[in-house]
């Protein structure tokens, strides 16, 4: 079995910084891709930034230059460090893996993290 943990969201007001984690465990032979998604209020999920096992970044539109995704990996953990937030940053922040378990290759999502920018 396979968990995703996330952690570090909260509030903060406009301009602030949060950094947001997501530990992973179980029989994971090995992470192919960790990335973020996150769903906006009243609004579909959608990718915020994507790294590949050899560090290969991809990020949304909206959030480059803002934000910075990383990953250690002989944790199996990803990081999105997230920097000059803004009102339209506020959603449910999900962890995403694409893990190979017991020879598949699979995808496996966390519970999400709350992330609120107001003033």
């Known amino acids: 079995q396979v968990q995703l943990v996330e952690s570090g969201g909260g509030l903060v007001q406009p301009g602030g910084s949060l950094r947001l984690s997501c530990a992973t465990s179980?029989?994971?032979?090995?992470?192919?891709?960790m990335g973020w998604y996150r769903r906006p209020p009243g609004k579909e999920r959608e990718l915020v930034a994507e790294?590949?096992?050899?560090?290969?970044?991809n990020y949304a539109d909206s959030v480059k230059g803002r934000f910075t995704i990383s990953r250690d990996n002989a944790k199996n953990t990803v990081y999105l460090q997230m920097n000059s937030l803004k009102p339209e940053d506020t959603a449910v922040y999900y962890c995403?893996?694409?893990?190979?378990?017991?020879?598949?290759?699979?995808?496996?999502w966390g519970q999400g993290t709350q992330v609120t920018v107001s003033s």
């Open positions: 995403n893996i694409w893990a190979t378990v017991w020879g598949q290759t699979l995808n496996y």
């Open positions: 179980g029989s994971i032979f090995s992470i192919v891709a």
């Open positions: 790294i590949t096992r050899d560090g290969r970044t």
